[in-house]
């Protein structure tokens, strides 16, 4: 209980733009692109089928494990004045989500080589964080192409925006009505509402991570059909695990440690469109 709200204390937007992997070691693992050439084709009077070619775009990644220990003292422990037994899990929680987000956002935001015009996966024109810009970028999404030149057909689902364009994301998916300028009907119907879910982490805008703007935000697929960031997890926990012991013999009290065993890396670079939030 107090491990989970401990973890539950910090930003969780990497769990629902992420898709989540579970391994079985440590060993870097590696799996093909989901776009690969698969298209049905006839099967001609003699019943043989054509074989399909897999993709040779391939990701990596790898689960790596962290960690800290706290300690107790037995004067701590037996007066619990300052709600130790409870406090320590909490922290040890909080910390294993604080790692969490340093690595996945550190992975996202440094990106410069994922989001790029050879890719076509970046908005580098009618890119703010209004109709124009949503039009602009769900078309360069929707644009993209298989490995024959194909149209995708996936669409997006998410529109991940940093701190200062959350109220703007939220404000244009949920009105029904927009105004788009003065000249404009007053009254107009909003095509947008509802289409994407809005997320938004403060780590975007954080200064510390490369590649942090307060302007730039993405238009994303579904992580469960085409991810463009992965987290791979021991055993398919993302949580940290929380052990108590005694002190060494020489120590009166207890120590707890707190442990995580994830990876992160990106992926499907047709999941997303970066958009630099400009306007032409």
Request: charged share 20%; net charge negative.
């Amino acid at each position: 209980k107090f491990l989970r709200q401990g973890w539950n204390s910090v930003d969780m937007t990497p769990m629902r733009i992420a898709s989540i992997r579970n391994v079985r070691d440590f060993k870097t693992i590696t799996t093909t692109s989901l776009i690969a050439d698969t298209e049905f084709e006839k099967v001609g009077p003699s019943g043989e089928i054509k074989h399909g070619t897999l993709s040779e775009l391939t990701y990596t990644n790898k689960a790596e494990t962290y960690g800290r220990m706290l300690a107790i003292t037995r004067t701590d422990y037996i007066n619990d004045d300052l709600g130790a037994i409870t406090a320590v899990p909490m922290k040890l929680g909080r910390g294993a989500g604080l790692k969490l987000n340093n690595i996945f956002w550190t992975k996202f935001l440094n990106n410069s080589s994922f989001f790029t015009s050879g890719r076509t996966n970046v908005n580098t024109a009618v890119a703010d964080m209004t109709l124009g810009g949503l039009q602009a970028t769900e078309t360069i999404f929707m644009d993209q192409t298989d490995p024959n030149g194909d149209p995708l057909g996936i669409e997006p689902a998410i529109l991940l925006v940093p701190t200062p364009l959350k109220v703007s994301a939220n404000t244009l998916m949920k009105s029904e009505k927009v105004v788009t300028g003065a000249s404009a009907t007053i009254g107009e119907a909003n095509p947008f509402a509802g289409r994407f879910r809005v997320e938004s982490s403060p780590y975007m805008s954080n200064a510390n991570y490369t590649g942090y703007s307060a302007a730039a935000w993405y238009m994303l697929a579904d992580p469960a059909i085409l991810p463009v960031i992965e987290i791979v997890a021991l055993n398919g926990r993302v949580e940290p695990t929380v052990e108590s012991a005694d002190a060494e013999f020489n120590t009166l009290g207890v120590q707890m440690r707190g442990y995580c065993d994830i990876g992160v890396e990106l992926q499907e670079y047709r999941g997303g469109v970066r958009a630099d939030g400009g306007a032409s």
